[in-house]
Each structure stands twice: as C-alpha cells, then as structure tokens.
C-alpha cells in the first residue's frame, strides 16, 4: 500500500485565472471597438447651400420675368408660351403648398386643391379660369389672341402675389 499516494494541494494560479481573464476581457472589447466601427452608419454631412434658398415665390417671379423677356408672343409662339406660364404656375404650387402639381391633371390639381384648403375661393376659381386657358392652347390648339396670353400671364403673377408668404 506504499504506491497509494496521497493527494496533492490544489495548485495557487491566481495570477494565471486573473491574466487569462484579463486577456479575453481586452479581446472583447477590441472585436466590440472593431464592430462597431466597421458597422456604424455614418449621419450623412449637414446640407449647407452656399447661397440660400429663393422663396417660392421669388422663384416664379424669376421664372415670370424671364418668360416675359424671351417676347415669345411676338415670335408667335403662343402654345411655348402657355405651356411655360402654365408650368411656372404649377411648379410654384408644387414648392409653395408642397404639391406634386407638374405631375396631375388640371382636374387631379383643382380637386385636390379643393380638399387641402391652401386658396379660398376666388383664387380656386381664378386658377381654374388660368389652368383651363392653357390647356386649351397647349391641348386643342385653340388659337389665343396676345391680350389672352397677357391676361393669362397677369393672372399667373396675380395667384403668386395672392399665395406668398
């Protein structure tokens, strides 16, 4: 019974555990570090335009203006003529009321004017007088005197003037 031998003590490797713990403990904070770098969505820069923004309706007056400076009515070009003042009106609704005006129908547009409540009355029915004049020289070649194409002009500055802020 002399090769029985008694059992040892428990090894002391506090300092080994405590390494050892220490290790995994900096490896995982690496691959977190390393994570979430790598997968961090970068916020895209802040827009800052070098010049600011025209209002809307500085905008279409811009638009306006130079419409009336290409003297399109004197050349005899009536339809380029409504088609531009129409798409000056329309694409000032657009950034004005935040509607997509260029891409509906006179119809879609005056409808959903009618329900959003952005013109009173008389504006609705000065714009449905202007838009269906357009359409009538852009789509059935209805031929315009120049003091139709002037009034219609006027009454394009006119919802400008009476819609701006």
């Not at 050892?20 to 691959?31: D, E, H, P, R």
């Not at 203006?65 to 798409?87: P, Q, W």
């Not at 009618?114 to 059935?140: P, R, W, Y």
């Amino acid at each position: 019974m002399n090769d029985i031998k008694d059992v040892k003590p428990p090894l002391d490797l506090p300092d080994f555990w405590w390494i050892l713990w220490l290790l995994l403990a900096v490896i995982a904070i690496a691959a977190g570090i390393y994570f979430f770098l790598r997968h961090k969505k970068s916020a895209p820069a802040p827009k800052i335009p070098l010049v600011p923004e025209l209002p809307a309706w500085e905008k279409a007056y811009q638009s306006l203006e130079a419409l009336r400076r290409e003297n399109l009515l004197d050349k005899g070009l009536y339809k380029e003529f409504f088609t531009r003042v129409s798409d000056i009106a329309r694409l000032y609704m657009e950034n004005r009321f935040d509607i997509h005006a260029p891409h509906m129908t006179t119809d879609e547009f005056l409808y959903y004017l009618g329900i959003t409540g952005h013109l009173n009355d008389a504006q609705k029915v000065s714009l449905k007088e202007f838009l269906n004049s357009c359409d009538m020289v852009k789509f059935a070649k209805y031929a315009p005197t120049t003091n139709e194409a002037l009034r219609n002009f006027d009454l394009a500055k006119r919802l400008v003037d009476d819609t701006r802020i």
